[in-house]
């Protein structure tokens, strides 16, 4: 099979050297020059990961040509890049593709979930189905070959069960799912939350208030997720609990240190004036908050971080007034 990723960032290298390791003939697609070139010629992406050579056999094109005898296309943008990739590749593709997301989001205007996105926008005759490989796991971990789970998740099984094949190694372990709407929902939302987290850690709060916040947070993330018509016991697994762990609590995650310089600096216009990073919970925290007040579902985690980010709320407050809510039953 060949696979394309679209995508020469942290991830998208990351994922590919592993095909490369499970070879499979691999290429990766991207429009910075610099990051093309520094893969080809010195086997590394200095830019993501500063001290590590790829694999020799990774190689990486601007051609997009590149994807006009492809299998598979991985998809590895932004959220809000994903759709104009599709628009560009469709007419590029000549049968149909098993596309793989592996981005966490909602699109920036219609707030839709990614596997909607790409089944919008790549038409029917190029589309065998979309699997979502999305879980707990971090780049620079992946890159250097370090023990990380994740699941395949699709509503085409016999399609999961060739990309949990295609990625699964002795260092890489893929389990497959089935409930889409509620595992894509659950890599997005734990962004928002791990933002949040990163607030409370920037304040000076410690494990009490780490271990509190992702408890409430997943409960948040399961009544939400419900609402939207996933399944409670997927919030259980990789796509939930196990992907919100890892991006509340490491120092590789971006939304985890965006919410630490706003809670170092008390505020979230430190963040506006000087972020450059792609950081996806910060808008998934504004489509949930919305979305949330529209169906009339009780988030108060979101609420407050909503507050932070957009209304300039001070974060000490909401910490504050996170704790002053009216007590309640905890399974309520």
């Known amino acids: 099979m060949k696979v394309v990723v679209a995508g020469s960032g942290s991830w998208g ?42 694999h020799h056999d990774l190689k990486a094109t601007m051609d997009l040509n590149v994807f006009h005898d492809a299998d598979v296309v991985l998809f590895v943008v932004p959220t809000i890049a994903i759709e104009s990739v599709c628009k560009q590749i469709d007419p590029i593709l000549t049968k149909k593709i098993i596309a793989v997301n592996a981005s966490k989001g909602f699109h920036p205007q219609t707030n839709d979930r990614m596997s909607n996105v790409i089944r919008a926008n790549i038409s029917k005759e190029h ?43 002795d260092y890489l372990r893929v389990y497959r799912g089935d409930d889409e709407i509620g595992s894509e929902t659950g890599v997005a939302l734990k962004n928002a939350i791990a ?71 008390n505020s979230a216009k430190y963040f506006w004036d000087n972020n450059t990073k792609t950081v996806e ?36 407050e909401s910490a504050k007034d996170l704790m002053l809510r009216d007590l309640k039953h905890e399974m309520i």
């Open 281 to 316: 919970g910060v808008r998934t925290a504004k489509v949930v908050h919305d979305v949330a007040h529209e169906k009339g579902i009780d988030m108060p985690i979101i609420e407050e971080i909503y507050k932070v980010l957009y209304e300039d709320k001070d974060p000490k």
């Open 127 to 169: 589309l065998s189905s979309v699997v979502s490989l999305i879980g707990p796991s971090h780049a620079e971990e992946v890159v250097i070959r370090m023990l990380t789970t994740i699941c395949a998740v699709s509503l085409n099984e016999e399609d999961a069960k060739t990309i949990q094949k295609l990625f699964s190694n």
């Open 195 to 265: 933002v949040a987290s990163g607030v409370l850690y920037g304040l000076g709060y410690g494990d009490n208030t780490r271990a509190a916040l992702i408890t409430r947070g997943l409960a948040e993330m399961i009544r939400y997720g419900v609402a939207m018509g996933g399944r409670k016991e997927t919030f259980m697994g990789m796509t939930g609990i196990g992907d919100l762990i890892v991006t509340c609590t490491s120092k590789h995650s971006r939304n985890f240190q965006a919410g630490y310089d706003i809670g170092k600096h």
């Open 13 to 54: 290298c990351a994922l590919a050297q592993v095909l490369c390791d499970n070879h499979v003939d691999v290429m990766v697609y991207g429009n910075n020059p610099a990051e093309i070139n520094d893969i080809n010629e010195n086997h590394r992406n200095s830019k993501f990961f500063e001290d590590v050579e790829l």
